[in-house]
């Protein structure tokens, strides 16, 4: 309970217990508070919001709860400028981790392979990749012999588009399903 945001917390009773253990352990109340502001910043709409939103944060956190957010503060300290970058392109990392999170629990698995075959295999194995096909060129009718003179009939010759394939990595859904059933 304490995990979900306040906003997320439908059960009347849940909030009720919330509100209980806030005002009854004032520091928890104070933690989860900084928690929910600190969730608050990636609901701001520019970067300017989003790090006015972090300063102020930041200067609200208690020494007494200092320790307990001190990894957070190292983490933001760190990759300031990359988590920022957010909010100017709110693209993540997320596909990436999580494909090297399902490497790593193959790995644990035993089949005795190293992280750098696991990930070949994953990424390069036919029917495990996310492939689009793409055309690279039109289909062309050519005429020839236009310009000659009569005595060369003239004839035309069509072409065919080229394929090729245009790779996104592998596909989650796929990796999953061949894991579960061990096909993998």
């Not at 970067?47 to 957010?69: G, R």
């Not at 793409?134 to 069509?158: A, C, I, N, Y």
């Amino acid at each position: 309970m304490l995990l979900t945001r306040s906003k997320d917390l439908t059960d009347f009773d849940d909030q009720i217990k919330l509100q209980i253990w806030t005002q009854n352990f004032p520091l928890l109340g104070q933690a989860y508070e900084l928690k929910e502001q600190f969730f608050d910043i990636y609901e701001a709409k520019s970067i300017n919001d989003a790090y006015k939103l972090y300063q102020n944060w930041l200067s609200n956190v208690p020494t007494e709860l200092m320790t307990y957010f001190e990894d957070l503060i190292k983490a933001m300290n760190n990759w300031e400028e990359e988590i920022f970058n957010y909010f100017n392109s709110p693209i993540t990392n997320a596909y990436t981790e999580s494909l090297n999170r399902l490497i790593k629990t193959m790995n644990h698995v035993g089949r005795g392979y190293s992280f750098q075959v696991l990930r070949a295999k994953i990424l390069f194995t036919q029917g495990y990749r996310k492939v689009k096909k793409k055309k690279k060129f039109k289909k062309v009718e050519v005429t020839f012999g236009k310009m000659l003179p009569d005595q060369f009939p003239s004839w035309s010759q069509t072409g065919y588009e080229w394929v090729y394939e245009e790779i996104y990595g592998a596909d989650f859904s796929t990796l999953t399903e061949a894991i579960e059933e061990g096909t993998f």
